[in-house]
């Protein structure tokens, strides 16, 4: 679907939150957001503009307007692992607008990543797991559900650095449920983090569903002699630990790897 709101041109000035800052170019478009990488004469290295300008969604759940985006990311940005904010505000001359001012990845988004070099080594994509659910943790006991975790929501920063971003599709976690380990979209968001581990490995998610079909753990080796991309790059432990992540009740939160515990 088209933007009904014309983007930003090169060259473009904006004042947001106090930064004087520069359009350099349009990054990506969609029905109710446009993305720029910006120049702000305060800060040595470019930064990114996101401006909101649709609510994602008329479920009364969601409150993905871009003020709520921004104010929640402002709230949750004390965590390494989630995209920090430099400040947000509506447009001064269009209200429709609202302008996120955002720290820049310079790797990009995970898909890209992925897009480019076709998968991640074995021991980045495990650190990359382990930093998104480490952040989703603390959204999670913050009572905020990300909603839409993929490689497209998952920034790059460094070889040894991702951060979840992009929270238009955030929103407040009803109550958990008496003799439940969490709620159903806090269990989504553990899910999608677990595909993302899978394309990360394997490079896409050719046999994930396969996978899920496994009914306990000494089927793995016959699903790995089914599956060669899956054999070559990851062990039997892996494939099983992903296998849990996708049990329809989700009986409690494991550490992504049984020899390493999640610091949290």
């Given at each position: 679907?088209?933007?009904?709101?014309h983007?930003?041109?090169?060259?473009?000035?904006?004042?947001?939150?106090?930064?004087?800052?520069?359009?350099?170019?349009?990054?990506?478009?969609?029905?109710?957001?446009?993305?720029?990488?910006?120049?702000?004469?305060?800060?040595?290295?470019?930064?990114i503009?996101?401006e909101?300008?649709?609510?994602?969604?008329?479920?009364?759940?969601?409150y993905?307007?871009?003020?709520?985006?921004?104010?929640?990311?402002?709230?949750?940005q004390?965590?390494?692992?989630?995209?920090?904010?430099?400040?947000?505000?509506?447009?001064?001359?269009?209200?429709?607008?609202f302008?996120?001012?955002?720290?820049?990845?310079?790797?990009?988004?995970?898909?890209?990543?992925?897009?480019?070099?076709?998968?991640?080594?074995?021991?980045t994509?495990?650190?990359?797991?382990?930093?998104?659910?480490?952040?989703?943790?603390?959204?999670?006991?913050?009572?905020?559900?990300?909603?839409?975790?993929?490689?497209?929501?998952?920034?790059?920063?460094?070889e040894?650095?991702?951060?979840?971003?992009?929270?238009?599709?955030?929103?407040?976690?009803?109550?958990?449920?008496?003799?439940?380990a969490?709620?159903?979209?806090?269990?989504?968001?553990?899910?999608?983090?677990?595909?993302?581990?899978?394309?990360?490995l394997?490079?896409?998610?050719?046999?994930?569903?396969?996978?899920?079909?496994?009914?306990d753990?000494?089927?793995?080796?016959g699903?790995?002699?089914?599956?060669?991309?899956?054999a070559r790059?990851?062990?039997?432990?892996?494939?099983?630990?992903?296998?849990?992540?996708?049990?329809?009740?989700?009986?409690?939160v494991r550490s992504?790897?049984?020899?390493?515990?999640?610091a949290?």
């Amino acid at each position: 679907m088209n933007s009904f709101i014309h983007p930003f041109k090169a060259g473009d000035k904006l004042c947001v939150a106090g930064h004087h800052i520069t359009i350099n170019r349009q990054i990506a478009s969609g029905s109710r957001m446009h993305v720029y990488i910006v120049d702000d004469p305060q800060h040595p290295e470019q930064l990114i503009l996101k401006e909101v300008f649709k609510q994602p969604s008329l479920n009364k759940q969601y409150y993905g307007c871009g003020r709520w985006e921004y104010e929640t990311q402002q709230e949750l940005q004390d965590h390494p692992n989630i995209v920090k904010t430099l400040g947000g505000q509506p447009h001064e001359e269009d209200r429709r607008r609202f302008l996120i001012l955002m720290e820049y990845a310079p790797y990009g988004d995970l898909k890209q990543v992925l897009e480019k070099y076709g998968r991640v080594e074995y021991n980045t994509a495990w650190l990359f797991y382990e930093q998104i659910v480490a952040a989703l943790g603390y959204m999670h006991r913050e009572e905020v559900v990300h909603g839409d975790i993929a490689a497209r929501n998952i920034f790059i920063f460094s070889e040894g650095v991702a951060k979840i971003g992009d929270f238009g599709n955030g929103y407040i976690s009803a109550p958990c449920p008496p003799g439940q380990a969490m709620t159903r979209g806090e269990r989504d968001d553990l899910k999608a983090a677990a595909r993302c581990l899978a394309r990360m490995l394997v490079g896409n998610l050719d046999g994930l569903k396969d996978l899920e079909e496994v009914p306990d753990e000494g089927g793995v080796p016959g699903f790995l002699a089914d599956h060669s991309d899956w054999a070559r790059r990851m062990s039997a432990q892996d494939c099983w630990f992903i296998r849990q992540q996708f049990w329809r009740d989700f009986p409690g939160v494991r550490s992504p790897r049984p020899t390493e515990p999640l610091a949290v």
